[in-house]
């Protein structure tokens, strides 16, 4: 696992200017930015980038969980006059999907890409960003999922990017992070951190880094399915995109003919006390809640060019 420690490596922005100043235009596959002009109701409408309907609370309607937060637009964002995105969980947060009924233990407002293939094959880099809500703090007592993939039956997590402490570490801390203030486990591991396959044992933590308050943390997350390989690149404000792993095997396919899937931004709260195996329904949540996270710049490149100086190919920093 890799950690991004901002005094140490400061001079690295500098070096990878250097190596990366030739930018290569690379096809943008999906493009979740959103222009400034826009209201809440685009996310309700069909003419939402993401899946107006989904994956929402009961009787909730994406308008309702949107805000525009007033902060300084993102590092990609800016590229296309786009601006940052909030979105809210409170009480009333609880996903009821068909199969399996209401998600009692779970509190729930993820934008979907789904029945999108191509977002999900070949080699592809998501870019986005997140921060911290100036309103609504989160309680990192908890486990937030702020995105990921699903494999298409549901039933297993290729890659997340999560926050707060680890759901079962409390019990057993197996997550072991150089950042995290061993002596504040219980108390929320304010960190953002990118894990693999859900069913890998253990789990592999490639990255992770402090989650500070008011400050744009931009990720830049290579995948290429073809090989189930996974690269993460990170900055933070304004700074272009630095690599910060090694290029990693980490199972991006499942089982066949269930692979594929979809991907999901926003505020998965997973409950207190519980584990990997009971967390649709045990666990606890507080009551009361009114949670939210920021985002940015949210799209994505196709990466099959490689004529890059790096094996992440085409990717724009
Ligand atoms: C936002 O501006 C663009 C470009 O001027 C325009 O095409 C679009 O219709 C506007 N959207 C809204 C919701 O006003
Ligand atoms: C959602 O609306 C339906 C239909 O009005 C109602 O039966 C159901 O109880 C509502 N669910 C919640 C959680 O409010
Ligand atoms: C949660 O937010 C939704 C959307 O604004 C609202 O309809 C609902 O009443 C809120 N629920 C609670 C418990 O505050
Ligand atoms: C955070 O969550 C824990 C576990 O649900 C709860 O005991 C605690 O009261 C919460 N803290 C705050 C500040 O809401
Ligand atoms: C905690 O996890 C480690 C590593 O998986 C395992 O060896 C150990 O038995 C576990 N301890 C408990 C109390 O479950
Ligand atoms: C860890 O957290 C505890 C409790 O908040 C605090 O007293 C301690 O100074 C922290 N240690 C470090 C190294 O930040
Ligand atoms: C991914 O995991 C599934 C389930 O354990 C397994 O069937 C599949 O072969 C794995 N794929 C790779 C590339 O390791
Ligand atoms: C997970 O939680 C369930 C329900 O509380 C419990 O039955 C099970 O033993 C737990 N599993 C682990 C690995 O802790
Ligand atoms: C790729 O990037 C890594 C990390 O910055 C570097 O160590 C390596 O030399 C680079 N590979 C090539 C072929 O430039």
């Excluded at 977002?119 to 703090?137: A, F, Q, Y």
């Amino acid at each position: 696992m890799f950690s991004y420690i901002p005094l140490i490596n400061t001079f690295l922005p500098f070096l990878l200017t250097l190596v990366y100043a030739q930018d290569i235009k690379c096809p943008i596959t999906f493009d979740g930015r959103i222009p400034k002009n826009a209201t809440k109701a685009l996310f309700s409408s069909s003419k939402s980038p993401f899946n107006p309907k989904y994956v929402l609370g009961q009787n909730v309607t994406w308008d309702q969980v949107i805000t525009f937060p007033d902060v300084p637009p993102s590092r990609f964002d800016r590229l296309v006059g786009g601006k940052a995105v909030e979105i809210k969980i409170n009480d009333s947060s609880v996903f009821a999907s068909t199969s399996e009924g209401a998600e009692t233990a779970l509190r729930r407002a993820e934008l979907l890409v789904n029945n999108n293939n191509p977002t999900v094959s070949g080699i592809k880099n998501w870019h986005l960003s997140v921060r911290t809500s100036p309103e609504r703090p989160l309680n990192y007592s908890h486990e937030y999922v702020l995105a990921w993939h699903e494999s298409q039956d549901f039933q297993a997590d290729f890659w997340s990017l999560k926050t707060g402490t680890p759901m079962g570490s409390l019990a057993n801390d197996t997550y072991n992070s150089p950042v995290a203030n061993k002596s504040t486990k219980g108390n929320g591991r304010k960190e953002l951190y990118i894990q693999g396959y859900k069913w890998a044992n253990p789990v592999q933590t490639f990255f992770s880094t402090p989650f500070l308050e008011d400050t744009w943390h931009n990720f830049g997350i290579h995948l290429d399915y073809d090989n189930n390989l996974i690269q993460i690149l990170y900055s933070t404000g304004d700074l272009p995109l630095q690599i910060v792993t090694p290029l990693s095997s980490t199972n991006l396919s499942g089982i066949p003919p269930t692979t594929l899937g979809e991907t999901h931004f926003g505020l998965q709260k997973r409950p207190f006390g519980a584990n990997l195996t009971s967390f649709l329904y045990h666990g606890t949540q507080e009551v009361g809640i009114h949670e939210g996270i920021v985002y940015g710049g949210i799209w994505q490149e196709d990466s099959k060019v490689t004529s890059c100086a790096n094996c992440t190919g085409c990717y724009t920093k």
